[in-house]
């Protein structure tokens, strides 16, 4: 059974993602909040998975993301997000969040979102991810370009990797896609986060999206 709790300030938002995820046979929303109940919330329960409004008016979602990341058995958290271009998301992914929703996601689409998150995988719009990662304005001069070469560095099956990785599977999902052992992808994405030099999957997968690697036309065999 997956664990979740769903943060945010509006009742409407809590009840309905309650109400959508609790219809999953394999889904139990143990607890909802707004911002300041939130991390008591999360120690009571220990959910699998948070669900957290990145903007309320108590307790921004960036603030209740940091002290549920300090915990010493972290949940999976996801930031939820009325706009897909939201400019605190960016800072959220890279603060630990594994991914984002957006709150008019699909029904039938969000208890699959919130298995891919429970299985270690990451959750990212390709169009919203897009946006906020070639529109940062702080990003360096070249930078991209430099992010391309270290694509380029991947062996083929590291790439394979990247690309599924980015779509959200987890090792097991990649593995089952490739005809490799669980085992055997663990070590093709430590490879690929020690040649990107990133700290983790959610960056690994931004990073693609900016070297243009999502938007490749061809894919390998066996990846599509």
């Not at 549920?68 to 605190?88: G, H, I, K």
């Not at 599924?164 to 490879?191: E, F, P, Q, Y």
């Amino acid at each position: 059974m997956i664990r979740v709790v769903v943060v945010d300030d509006e009742a409407l938002v809590r009840s309905g993602f309650g109400l959508i995820l609790n219809a999953a046979d394999d889904i139990e929303v143990v607890g909802t909040a707004t911002g300041a109940l939130s991390v008591a919330l999360v120690r009571q329960h220990r959910p699998d998975v948070v669900l957290l409004d990145i903007r309320m008016p108590d307790v921004d979602g960036l603030t209740v993301l940091r002290e549920l990341r300090s915990l010493a058995a972290p949940p999976v958290v996801a930031m939820l997000t009325t706009f897909d271009a939201d400019e605190y998301v960016l800072t959220a992914l890279e603060s630990g969040a594994a991914g984002f929703l957006l709150k008019d996601t699909e029904p039938e689409h969000l208890a699959q979102l919130v298995r891919t998150l429970a299985a270690g995988g990451v959750v990212l719009s390709p169009k919203a991810s897009r946006t906020l990662t070639h529109g940062r304005p702080h990003a360096a001069p070249g930078a991209v370009d430099d992010e391309a070469a270290r694509v380029h560095r991947l062996t083929d099956r590291e790439r394979d990797v990247l690309l599924l990785l980015a779509r959200g599977m987890s090792n097991a999902d990649i593995g089952m896609r490739l005809h490799l052992s669980t085992g055997t992808v663990k070590d093709h994405v430590s490879a690929v986060l020690g040649k990107l030099r990133v700290a983790g999957r959610v960056q690994a997968a931004l990073l693609a999206q900016r070297a243009g690697l999502l938007d490749a036309c061809q894919e390998r065999p066996g990846v599509t």
